[in-house]
């Protein structure tokens, strides 16, 4: 085919990486962190800096195919056919500046090596809950947090960024030299040009308290009952999520945990002991566990849970504008029932705070939305996989009343669009903000929908 002789000619001009079909290491390289998620590109690039970035770019027109920056792997949703995945690990910066309470972050840099440079400063990130997920992917599709209470979204303290147009001009922009594109890119910037860095603030903590409560499954609609209620006077310096899990009973997990139910609190506050939650559900529920007490963003992210190396899985999420006492109710019935084991977890994330007033406007947003929850379906190797689509479709049936009109792009499923994280004129205005800085469609359209 034509367009692989022209990237192949390209190739040899680079100092970094690009694989080709039939390349002994392009399976490999093709493959996103959900293994569960099938991509075919036409290649996989791994630019060593600018000028292989620029190369990369003339070579992709040549060819006509577009070019989709896929930093570290995460946010997959489809195949990619036709287009150049580029992995941005050369590009890997870190700039701290304490007095200005900001940080310049290469695209290629990940949340953990954030996290590592900012332990004892007193400053936090607004990183993940994953250490592994790349600084640039998180904050350019909007971003939820353990701080997003405190902070707002990750893509709210996005300040800057440096960037690569599809014409091949390297630049800074802000809001003062581009606000629409700024707007853009604050949720969709994936698909408006070639981020090399970011410039965004960072979060004061001076003092970070941590509580993690365990109570049996029995105990979760009163314990859900009881956070929402706390909710409603919570300062926005409190960040609080939880966690229903049911263990599926396969041998590949420890005996201890193998068929067990629980349901997990966990807090975080940047002002300091919230010791009153940790008292007020203690009235509603039997504690099986309890840790509490001085903690830190590294701390936290050692404990998260999450898996550092690609895996496969699926899931499915839902923004809801309540939690009545029926939809905890329902939701509660439905994680009973045997049927629905494939649902290992469902994290229930409490928001308001910062998201209802962002600092900066952006495309996606949080506002007039109170809860976030996910469903996850992991897969196990030998265990059939084929009951996690009627789970999850469950799952959001019984959420289907209270499910608010928009969510946040990093919380979209394989094939759902940018149409659910925001009103027809902001989708109008991205695709207007696309033409103008990205006229030839030379980048991967993603999620934006047709």
Same mark, same amino acid.
């Given at each position: ?18 694989l080709?079909? #039939? ?13 569960? &998620? ?32 896929? /930093? ?37 840099v ?19 809950t ?11 599709? @909007? ?18 960024v440096?960037?690569?147009?599809? !014409?091949?001009?390297?630049?800074r ?5 581009? +606000?629409?594109?700024?707007w853009?890119?604050?949720?969709? @910037? ?9 410039? &965004? ?8 308290? @941590?509580?993690?409560l ?9 314990v859900?009952?009881?956070?929402? !209620?706390?909710?409603?006077?919570? /300062?926005?310096?409190l ?17 201890? &945990? ?35 007490? +001085?903690t ?13 190396? /690609? ?31 494939? &649902? ?8 308001? #705070? ?13 506002? #007039? ?9 992991p ?7 084929? +009951? ?5 479709? #469950? ?8 499910t ?37 469609a ?9």
């Amino acid at each position: 085919m034509a367009h692989l002789s022209v990237l192949d000619a390209a190739r040899r001009a680079l100092r970094g990486t690009l694989l080709l079909p #039939g390349d002994e290491s392009f399976d490999d390289a093709r493959r996103p962190w959900n293994l569960a &998620i099938e991509q075919h590109p036409v290649g996989v690039a791994a630019p060593a800096d600018l000028g292989d970035l620029r190369t990369l770019v003339h070579a992709a027109r040549d060819a006509g195919v577009t070019i989709a920056v896929q /930093p570290a792997g995460h946010g997959a949703s489809g195949d990619l056919a036709g287009a150049v995945i580029l992995r941005m690990a050369a590009f890997d910066e870190l700039e701290v500046d304490l007095e200005a309470g900001t940080a310049r972050v290469g695209s290629g840099v990940r949340w953990g090596a954030v996290v590592e440079a900012l332990d004892g400063t007193g400053w936090v990130a607004p990183a993940g809950t994953s250490p592994v997920v790349s600084v640039a992917g998180y904050t350019l599709g @909007g971003g939820h947090s353990w701080f997003s209470r405190t902070a707002g979204l990750g893509s709210d303290n996005l300040r800057a960024v440096w960037m690569l147009r599809s !014409d091949g001009e390297h630049e800074r922009v802000d809001d003062e030299s581009d +606000p629409d594109l700024m707007w853009a890119l604050r949720g969709a @910037g994936g698909i408006m040009g070639i981020v090399t860095a970011l410039e &965004i603030d960072l979060v004061a903590a001076p003092a970070v308290w @941590g509580a993690e409560l365990t109570f049996g499954a029995g105990d979760a609609a009163a314990v859900m009952r009881a956070v929402r !209620d706390l909710a409603v006077d919570a /300062p926005s310096s409190l960040n609080v999520f939880m966690n229903s899990m049911r263990m599926p009973d396969v041998p590949q997990l420890p005996e201890e &945990i193998r068929g067990r139910s629980f349901f997990t609190v966990q807090a975080l506050s940047t002002n300091g002991p919230a010791e009153w939650l940790v008292s007020g559900l203690g009235r509603v529920g039997a504690v099986q566990r309890e840790l509490s007490g +001085p903690t830190s963003p590294r701390l936290v992210a050692e404990s998260s849970g999450e898996p550092t190396e /690609p895996t496969p899985g699926s899931g499915v999420s839902a923004a809801l504008s309540s939690l009545d006492d029926d939809t905890i109710d329902e939701l509660t019935r439905f994680r009973e029932q045997p049927e629905q084991w494939p &649902i290992m977890g469902i994290d229930i994330r409490m928001l308001g #705070g910062a998201l209802e007033k962002p600092r900066r406007e952006g495309f996606a947003s949080l506002q #007039g939305v109170d809860w976030l929850l996910h469903a996850l379906v992991p897969v196990f190797p030998g265990v059939p996989g084929e +009951p996690g689509d009627a789970s999850m479709a #469950g799952f959001s049936d019984v959420l289907a009343r209270a499910t608010a009109p928009h969510t946040v792009p990093t919380f979209l499923g394989p094939g759902q669009t940018l149409e659910r994280c925001g009103r027809t004129a902001s989708v109008d205005r991205l695709r207007r903000a696309r033409t103008i800085a990205d006229p030839g469609a030379l980048l991967h359209e993603g999620r934006l929908p047709r």
